[in-house]
């Protein structure tokens, strides 16, 4: 089970961390992903981690501004979103990757969280 937190309401260069807590599955053996989907708009690749830590991979349209970790003794991913914009708003999902795909595929990852509200007020 994964469960998101840390969504809300949150001005135009502003910044909000997001956290997931992961449970029933080994952590440590997942590589993690946060993806996002906007009103309209398909699920996004916004960032993922491997098991370890030691390797991140960004989206072109967050890179510099957002950064991904993990806590393995927590059982927890975090995703680190400042100078945020308005188009930065949407639902923020956290996934786990057992192992098959790319990063950067929604259909890579198996197991996924109920999401998080992040709204960007311009």
């Known amino acids: 089970q994964l469960v998101e937190s840390g969504g809300g309401l949150v001005q135009a260069g502003g910044s909000v961390r997001l956290s997931c807590a992961a449970s029933?599955?080994?952590?440590?053996?997942?590589?993690m992903g946060w993806f996002r989907r906007a009103p309209g708009k398909d699920r996004d690749f916004v960032a993922a981690?491997?098991?370890?830590?030691?390797?991140?991979y960004y989206a072109d349209s967050v890179k510099g501004r957002f950064t991904i970790s993990r806590d393995n003794a927590k059982n927890r991913v975090y995703l680190q979103m400042n100078s945020l914009k308005a188009e930065d708003t949407a639902v923020y999902y956290c996934?786990?990757?057992?192992?098959?795909?790319?990063?950067?595929?929604?259909?890579?990852?198996?197991?996924w969280g109920q999401g998080t509200q992040v709204t960007v007020s311009s």
């Open positions: 996934a786990g990757h057992g192992g098959g795909g790319d990063y950067y595929y929604a259909t890579s990852y198996d197991y």
């Open positions: 029933g599955r080994p952590f440590g053996s997942y590589a």
């Open positions: 981690i491997d098991f370890s830590g030691s390797r991140r």
